[in-house]
């Protein structure tokens, strides 16, 4: 139990203990549910709630019967772990601390305006969301649960992903980092 709360103490996780750790969490979630890692569906499962209450009409389609169910589902249970789960660490490596923005880094780039990084996450949440919703799954349901079950498509997409990843940044960052 020491070594347990000695490495979640740290403020960086070697990627064997952080890998070690998502094996279990992921064990845990298809032995206690017979469900896989993935989180995008818990939007969707929330605003298909809301907009039933709202209009039961809307809802009432092939998607929201079978695909995405509205409610308080697993996934939703996951993403409040996932936001408990980072709080936790933050605090007990204690470094955790409220900040509008990231302080070095993004002002350098785009200035220190709160506005312009709440719009930017904003868009760019909701065309992860999108992707997500066209893919049929997120990167935690895609290249995690994928991986760990060795599918050719979630290495396909982890390279994309990666390949993207840089692209995006060389065009934002413009060699600066």
Request: aromatic share 14%; with cysteine; hydrophobic share 55%.
């Amino acid at each position: 139990m020491k070594w347990i709360m000695a490495q979640a103490r740290k403020k960086e996780w070697s990627p064997y203990t952080a890998g070690l750790w998502l094996a279990v969490a992921f064990l845990i979630a298809v032995l206690g549910s017979d469900q896989t890692l993935g989180a995008s569906g818990a939007l969707e499962n929330l605003s298909g709630m809301i907009t039933g209450v709202i209009s039961p009409a809307l809802v009432d389609n092939m998607y929201f019967k079978f695909i995405m169910p509205p409610g308080i589902t697993w996934q939703v249970w996951l993403l409040v772990g996932v936001f408990l789960g980072a709080f936790l660490s933050a605090k007990l490596s204690g470094d955790f601390k409220i900040r509008w923005t990231p302080e070095v880094q993004w002002n350098q780039v785009f200035g220190p305006q709160r506005w312009k990084r709440w719009v930017i996450a904003f868009i760019g949440g909701v065309i992860v969301e999108y992707g997500a919703g066209i893919a049929g799954g997120c990167t935690s349901g895609l290249a995690i649960s994928g991986g760990i079950e060795l599918a050719p498509a979630a290495f396909l997409f982890i390279f994309g992903m990666f390949a993207s990843g840089m692209l995006t940044a060389r065009v934002i960052y413009r060699r600066k980092f």
